[in-house]
């Protein structure tokens, strides 16, 4: 049972959470708009440049984790400050693409500049949530991992309510990051808060050796695979696809905002099962719950993509429980490398953790357009659906361990 500080600290918490990690995927929400723009003003933008919107704030992501953990930066801080700092620098990023013209350069440095303040938000947000339990330490990394899920669903919202005014989006984005930003100074810090090991590079050699931290390792790298990307291009894989003919009733523009809001459902309802899965975990072992968990997301990835260019309920239905078990099984690989690790080098291999599976999101991100472009947003989406069958035989290996 919360403590009634512990209640308001989480609440608190969550609510940053999401109003941060609403800057991630704005590009990708708005990029539809974007081009239409972009086109009535005869601005040429290429497919390398439409991908780089997206990976830059990955690449930026990494970046900026692994800074911070090699000069501890969260340590040498209050935590809740550099949330705040971080969340405002990320926020005034973004907001500064409202003014310049679609399809300027600039716009991926600051999508870079986005992503590098990012990796004072989310990272610190998870220790944040484990300061405060022990026991039901899996179930607060799952609310914080759901709190990201929904927060990156945000934009998508945002851009649906907004309409065809790209710019809007942005603003709103930026507003609700800054106000994040500024609500975690009022959240506690909890009573089993602890200062995390600086990069311990020697660290990277108990990847190899320790066998449970190697399976949950490369599980995690599967279910990145195929998340980010998924997250990424699945509307403009469904939109592409779409067959307008046989909807009758939905055209061009209701198709277009449609798409808007079921992203927005299909990343959104990701916080539920997240929130699901860590109460599961608890109950029948964090392995198994990444096994289930992938297993369905693997089904349900490719049955959205047979569906393609069919009905678009019959997509949104698959698209929807896609999107419900890709995040189940997301903080638990987090949850067992701690498990496993010596107290001294945990902070040290979630870094790592982190910052390997985001460098992966940047290859898949930008590579998958290129890959529609040759053999088709359906075949593409089957290929992103081998990540979570990888995942499944590493995290299958280490229940055979376990047993």
Known sequence: ???????????????????????????????????????????DISANFQALLSTMVQLGFVVGAVLSAVLGLADRMDPRKFFAVSALLAASANFVLMFITVGDWLAVFLRFSTGFALAGVYPVGLKLA??????????????????????SAMPHLFSFLGGADWRTT??????????????ILLAGIGPFHAKANRFDPSAILE????????????????????????????????????????????????AVSTIKLLMF??????????????????????ANVTIWAMAISLLAAIATALSLGGALWVTAVFAIIWGFSI?????QFSAIIADHA???????????QTAFGFLLT??????????????????????????????????????????
């Open 362 to 403: 940047v290859i898949t991100v930008q590579g998958a357009p290129f890959v529609a472009a040759g053999i088709g947003w359906q075949n593409t989406l089957f290929l992103m659906a081998l990540g979570p069958l990888f995942g499944i035989f590493a995290m299958w290996k280490l229940c055979r361990l376990s047993a």
């Open 130 to 151: 484990a300061g405060w339990g022990e026991r039901d330490r899996g179930f607060l990394v799952g609310l914080l991992v759901g709190a990201l899920t929904l927060g």
């Open 327 to 331: 995040i189940p099984d997301s903080p």
């Open 170 to 183: 942005m603003g709103l984005s930026s507003m609700v990051a800054a106000i994040g930003g500024g609500l």
């Open 1 to 43: 049972m919360f403590h009634t500080s512990k209640t308001i600290s989480i609440s608190i918490l969550v609510i940053a959470q999401v109003a941060g990690m609403a800057l991630w995927f704005v590009s990708s929400a708005v990029l539809g708009d974007m081009l239409d723009e972009a086109r009535a003003l005869e601005i």
């Open 207 to 254: 990847i190899w050796r320790n066998r449970p931290i190697r399976a949950a390792f490369l599980g995690y790298l599967g279910h990145m695979w195929e998340l980010y990307a998924m997250w990424a291009w699945l509307g403009v894989a469904i939109l592409a696809e779409l067959s307008l003919g046989d909807e009758g009733s939905i055209n061009q523009i209701e």
């Open 342 to 352: 010596k107290p001294e080098i945990t902070g040290s291999l979630l870094s790592m």
């Open 265 to 286: 459902c299909v990343v959104g309802i990701g916080a539920v099962g997240c929130a699901f899965g860590g109460k599961v975990a608890d109950r029948v072992g964090k």
